[in-house]
């Protein structure tokens, strides 16, 4: 319990910019720390969620971070068995829905996508990206609600979880991936908004601003995967994808 509550205290607070150079070389440069946990650093980067464990760091900013190996184990092994449970879940979910006929075919079938330019993703997957897109439904509810940011912070560690293994089945020059990080970067910014009003050092209208993004970066992305934007929807995410191409 102690773990999920650093956590969640962690996402609202860093929103700094850094530099992370592994012990094998790799660097990233200018990352924003979205949250650390036990076991390593969520980071934010120009395309996407990504996440460095301290055993890829060097001792020093194990040290800095109060790197715990013992800790960083344990949890490893929850947020694998909770995120293959998840799975399992959405598999079972999958199979249940489909006609007895289609069950039985071995073929991978595609799926038809709302922009005819994009290029075609598996059904398999387009589920799982609308699976995840519902997870974000429990975001809004609780936004509505009023509630607490600790509470909304809590309910949003399992879905970015789940997007940051998903973000990774689509090109990162794929829109479909820029809505998907896109929605939930803004959820996420949501968060430290609402933390921000409860400290007295926000406006609301930050949050509402943050919300609003996220609802229509989600929205365009779900009625793309079901394949039925309208004309009008068609508009907006151009004018969206022109305003992403001149402020990368």
């Known amino acids: 319990m102690k773990t999920l509550v650093v956590s969640i205290l962690c ?50 900013v194990q040290e800095r971070f109060h790197y715990d ?11 694998n068995q909770n995120l293959e449970a998840w799975r399992k879940q959405q598999a079972q979910a999958q199979v249940q829905a489909q006609p007895q006929e289609a069950r039985a075919t071995a073929a991978e079938p595609m799926a038809t996508s709302g922009i005819e330019t994009l290029p075609p993703i598996t059904v398999a997957l387009k589920d799982e990206l609308l699976g995840a897109v519902k997870m974000t439904d429990e975001l809004d509810a609780l936004y509505e609600r009023g509630c607490a940011s600790a509470e909304f912070i809590a309910a ?57 993004t996220a609802r ?29 191409r001149e402020n990368p």
Request: net charge positive; glycine share 4%; charged share 30%.
């Open 156 to 212: 949003a560690l399992p879905v970015e979880r789940v997007i940051m293994k998903l973000q990774d089945k689509l090109p990162k020059a794929d829109p479909r991936h820029d809505l998907l990080v896109n929605a939930f970067d803004a959820y996420q910014q949501t968060a430290i908004a609402m933390k921000a009003n409860e400290q007295g050092r926000g406006q609301r209208s930050d949050v509402t601003v943050t919300i609003a």
């Open 11 to 60: 996402l609202a607070s860093f929103a700094l910019a850094d530099d992370f150079k592994t012990i094998d070389g790799k660097e990233d440069k200018n990352v924003k720390i979205k949250r650390v946990e036990p076991d390593g650093i969520v980071l934010s980067t120009n395309y996407g969620i990504s996440k460095v464990y301290f055993t890829e760091l060097p001792k020093e």
């Open 69 to 79: 190996p013992a800790k960083a184990a344990a949890y490893s092994t929850q947020q």
């Open 216 to 244: 229509l970066c989600k929205h365009l992305l779900r009625r793309i995967l079901e394949g039925n934007l309208t004309p009008e929807e068609k508009s907006v995410y151009y004018a969206w994808r022109k305003g992403l």
